[in-house]
């Protein structure tokens, strides 16, 4: 059964970037029918979408955080990661990584079970 | 961009029906709807897929329809382990971008 784990720094000070792994177990990443996304919760708040990495290779970023997030793939470590740059304290929130299943319809149907980043001096 | 809208809470007893909605323009003609299921400190669960369908393992009870500007997520027979939040979701193919209502907060009274 295909397992995710996000892992990464849980501080980060103020103007630095915020950098998350998500290891793929259980399965490959370069599987095919399957893309994978990143999504954050804010402290007591929702689901927010910040992109996905298609498996063609193609990004797709949330239009609030475009212009600070990079999503990208390594296929030889079986995971892959997301780089948020000139973080805030709104940053703060956890982390979830997730599968997207073409044969779901573009339903993300495994999620990692999230990892909590703080943004603060 | 695309908006969905939920009522960020909807009460129920045990044992009775628990109808969530998610507001959206056309949204019964456009992308599938996605449905998650999000109990206090875990991690969401697709509980509905492409509208109506389900994963392997999740009951019966759970069941999702689209009509006109409005999906409705259907929970039969509520259980008090059913109270958490419920998330729509659609990937907007316009922009290929995912969007995520805003959550409705089920309690089973």
């Known amino acids: 059964q295909l397992q995710l784990q996000e892992s990464g720094s849980g501080l980060v000070k103020p103007s630095q970037t915020l950098s998350l792994t998500c290891a793929v177990s259980?399965?490959?990443?370069?599987?095919?029918?399957?893309?994978w996304s990143w999504i954050r919760q804010p402290p007591g708040k929702g689901l927010e979408w910040i992109g996905y990495?298609?498996?063609?290779?193609?990004?797709y970023y949330n239009p609030s955080l475009k212009s600070r997030v990079t999503i990208s793939v390594d296929r030889s470590k079986n995971q892959f990661s997301l780089k948020l740059s000139s973080v805030t304290a709104a940053d703060t929130a956890v982390y979830y990584c997730?599968?997207?299943?073409?044969?779901?319809?573009?339903?993300?149907?495994?999620w990692g079970q999230g990892t909590t980043v703080t943004v603060s001096s | 961009s695309y908006v969905l809208t939920q009522p960020p809470s909807v009460s129920v007893a045990p044992g009775m029906t628990a109808r969530v909605t998610c507001g959206g323009n056309?949204?019964?003609?456009?992308?599938?709807v996605h449905w998650f299921q999000q109990r206090p400190g875990q991690a969401p669960v697709l509980v509905v897929y492409?509208?109506?369908d389900r994963p392997s393992g999740i009951p019966e009870r759970f069941s999702g329809s689209t009509s006109g500007n409005t999906a409705t997520l259907t929970i039969s027979w509520v259980e008090v382990g059913d109270e958490a939040d419920y998330y729509c979701?659609?990937?907007?193919?316009?922009?290929?971008?995912?969007?995520f209502g805003g959550g409705t907060k089920l309690t089973v009274l």
């Open positions: 056309n949204i019964g003609g456009r992308q599938p």
């Open positions: 997730a599968r997207i299943n073409d044969y779901y319809y573009y339903g993300m149907d495994v």
């Open positions: 979701q659609v990937w907007d193919s316009s922009s290929d971008h995912m969007v």
């Open positions: 990495i298609y498996h063609s290779g193609s990004t």
């Open positions: 492409d509208n109506s």
């Open positions: 259980g399965g490959s990443i370069s599987s095919g029918g399957y893309s």
